[in-house]
DNA sequence: ACATTTCTGAGGTACGTACCTCATTTTGAT
DNA sequence: ATCAAAATGAGGTACGTACCTCAGAAATGT
C-alpha cells in the first residue's frame, strides 16, 4: 500500500495538522519543520493520492480554449475535440468550454481575454496570433490568477507560457522535403499559399520551407506566398492567376490550417493530380484530397492530442506540479493515402 | 454540482443501498427496478464519481506487459515507456509491471501464460508471435479472470481481444510508397530484410507492401525477403551476398522492429546514401541514420502511445466500461529529418 | 520571569462511493 | 390466507485528503 499522510505524520514526528499545512503550503509553521516533513516524504516515498484529494476538495477545474471565430474544418475537428474530451474530463472534475473571438483585431482579443477572470475560469488555451495587445492581455490574465497555455499559434511570443502545438519552421522544412523527393522531374516552380503572411506562423512555415527547399532542391524555385485572406472567391483568383503565368508549376504548398478553399480552387483551376500538393492538418476535405490524389502528403498536428496536451499543461498548472515535458510533444505527423488509419 | 448517488436514489424513488446494488451489478433486485433506476441515472445524467469510486474501492490495477526476451532498441523504448508510465499510473492506482518470454518457442509464452493468475495480476498486455498455443493460453488466462489485450504483434489473432499497435499491411503499403516516390531512378530492384518470415506481422507487411509496389511501381521489383533471424553476423553475411548478386538496387525495406543491425551491416556494406533506405520504429540508432542520411523515413508507432492505450484499454475493462475507439487507434508515423522534433 | 507571538497537536466534519449487516416490506407460490 | 423467499430500506464504517477550530506548547522579545 502507498503511504498516507498518516504514515508520512509518523515518519516525521509531528501531528496530521502540521502534514496538512506543509503539504498545502499554509502558514505558521517553522522551516526546521518544514523541512523534517519534506525529508520525511522523500524517504517514504509519500505521494499525494489525487483521487481523495479531488473528493476533498470538491473543485472543479474550468478551463477554457479560446478559438478563432472563423475557420472551418480544421476548427471544427478541434471543437469537436474539446467536447469529446469534455466529456470524458468531467469524471475527472475539469469543464472545458470553448469561446470564439474574431482574429481580426488585436485589440478585440485583448479586451476579451481581461473580460476573463479566476471567478469564471481557472486557465485558458489562447489560439491566438501574436501581438503586443495579446501579449500583454495574457500576462494580466495571469496575473490575475488565471493560468496560460498558448495553443498552435504564438510559440514565439509565449515566454513564460507553456506552447503546445507543433514548431512551425520545422513543419515548413518537412513539407519542402515532401514536395522535393516526391517531384522526380527537374524543374519547375511551386506555388506556396497562404491565408495572410501577416500571422508569425505563415511566416515560419514559410523560413523552414525555403530553407530546404533552397538548400536541398536548387531545381525548384518557390513563388511568393499568395494571400486568400480565408475567401474562396479570392482564393480562386489568385491561384487561376498564377497558374495562368506560370506554365512550368510543379508543386503546391498549402500552408494554411483551412485547406479546403484552396483544395477546391486547385481542383477547378488545374489537374491537382499532376501537381505535387502538399497541405496542412488533416479534415474531411484533406482527407478525401488524399484519397483521390490530388492532395499528396499532409503536414497534421493531431487535434485531439493537442486538447488533451493543453489539459495536461493547465491542470498541472493549477496544482502547481510539474509535466513530462516529452509527452507534451506535439509531433508533426506526416499523412499519406497509406497511413490514414481510419 | 454533478448529481449523486443520493440524487440518483431520490430520483428513483429507491433507498441509497438498491442504487448501490444496481450500479455495482449486485443481486437481488427486480428488474422492474433496475430499469428504473437506470432511468433515473438517463434522467439526471448521474456519472460515478471515479475519484470517489477508486478511493472507496482502495484497489490497486496491477496490469503486467509480456515482452519478448531478446530485442534490443525498440524493446528498451518500450520498457522505458511502461516505466515511465508507471511512475505517473501509481497516482491512479494502477501498478505496471514487465516480463521478459523468449518467443523462440509458443509452448514457452503458453506456459508462462499459465502461471498467471488474478491473485498476481488484473490484466496482461500481451506482446507474442501469433500461434494456437497463445492464443488458447490467452483465452484460459481471460477465463481465470485476467484481462487480456494483444500488443503490437497478433492483430489478427486477437479476436475477442482488443488489439494495440498498427495495421501492419498499412505499414508495408506506407513503405512501399515511400520507396516508390522517393526513388526517382527508373527501375531497380528492392531489398526487403526481415528477422524472420515465419511472423505474421512481416507477412502482413511483406503484403502491404507488394501490393503498392507492384500495382504502382512496376519498374522497382522487390526481392524475395531476406531472414535474419536477428543475427548481426548473419545479417551482414546476407545483405552482402544479395548487393553482390544485384548491381542494381535501389531500396532497402527493413520490415523488423530492430533496424540496428541491418542498418549497421548497410552501412559496412554498401553506400546508404545512395539507396533509399526505409525502416521500422524511432530508436536512437534509427535516429541516427535519418540523421546522417543512411535512412530515407521511418515507419514508427509511439511506444509511448501504445503503453498508455494499452492501460486504458486493460483499465476499461477492468472496470466493464467502453472505450473511445477513436482514441486508441495507433497511427502510422512517418518520420523524416525534418519532423524528428525533439 | 513575564507576556506575547508563533507553532503545533488533537479532534472533528466533509467529500462520494463501496460494501456490510440487519430489520422490514413485498412478492409469489401454495 | 399462509409462509418462505425475494426484494428493499436504514444505517453503519471505510477510503485518504482538505480544511476547520481550539487548546496547549514552544519560541521570542522584554
Do not use: W
Amino acid at each position: 500500500m502507498r503511504p498516507t499522510t498518516k504514515d508520512l505524520a509518523k515518519e516525521a514526528g509531528v501531528s496530521l495538522a502540521t502534514v496538512d499545512r506543509v503539504l498545502n503550503g499554509r502558514p505558521g509553521v517553522r522551516n526546521k519543520t518544514v523541512e523534517a516533513v519534506n525529508a520525511a516524504i522523500e524517504k517514504i516515498g509519500f505521494v499525494r493520492n489525487l483521487s481523495a484529494a479531488n473528493l476533498a476538495k470538491g473543485k472543479q477545474y474550468r478551463f477554457r480554449f479560446m478559438l478563432p471565430a472563423h475557420g472551418d474544418q480544421f476548427l471544427g475537428e478541434l471543437r469537436a475535440r474539446i467536447d469529446e474530451a469534455n466529456q470524458g474530463l468531467g469524471v475527472e472534475g475539469m469543464v472545458l468550454s470553448h469561446q470564439e473571438v474574431s482574429h481580426s483585431d488585436p485589440h478585440l482579443i485583448a479586451e476579451t481575454l481581461s473580460q476573463i477572470g479566476p471567478d469564471k475560469v481557472d486557465g485558458v488555451a489562447l489560439m491566438a496570433p501574436e501581438s503586443p495587445q495579446v501579449r500583454d492581455a495574457a500576462l494580466r490574465l495571469k496575473e490575475r490568477g488565471v493560468h496560460v497555455v498558448h495553443l498552435i499559434s504564438g510559440k514565439q511570443q509565449a515566454g513564460d507560457f507553456d506552447f503546445v502545438g507543433i514548431d512551425n519552421q520545422s513543419a515548413g522544412a518537412t513539407a519542402a522535403r515532401l514536395l522535393g523527393r516526391f517531384n522526380c522531374r527537374k524543374e519547375g516552380k511551386v506555388v506556396v499559399i497562404a491565408e495572410t503572411m501577416n500571422a508569425r506562423d505563415s511566416l515560419e512555415r514559410r523560413k523552414g520551407f525555403d530553407m530546404v527547399l533552397t538548400r536541398d532542391y536548387p531545381h525548384l524555385s518557390a513563388l511568393p506566398s499568395l494571400e486568400t485572406y480565408g475567401d474562396p472567391r479570392r482564393t480562386r483568383d489568385v491561384i487561376a492567376n498564377v497558374l495562368r503565368n506560370n506554365a512550368d508549376v510543379v508543386g503546391v504548398y498549402i500552408m494554411s490550417s483551412e485547406a479546403k478553399p484552396a483544395l477546391d480552387a486547385l481542383a477547378a483551376e488545374s489537374d491537382p493530380q499532376s501537381l505535387i500538393v502538399v497541405a496542412h492538418e488533416l479534415t474531411s476535405r484533406t482527407r478525401d484530397a488524399l484519397m483521390s490524389g490530388e492532395a499528396d502528403a499532409l503536414i497534421a498536428q493531431n487535434p485531439g492530442h493537442l486538447v488533451r496536451s493543453a489539459v495536461r499543461l493547465l491542470r498541472a498548472h493549477c496544482d502547481n506540479r510539474s509535466v513530462v515535458k516529452s509527452q507534451e510533444v506535439i509531433r508533426i505527423e506526416i499523412l499519406i493515402k497509406e497511413n490514414l488509419s481510419v
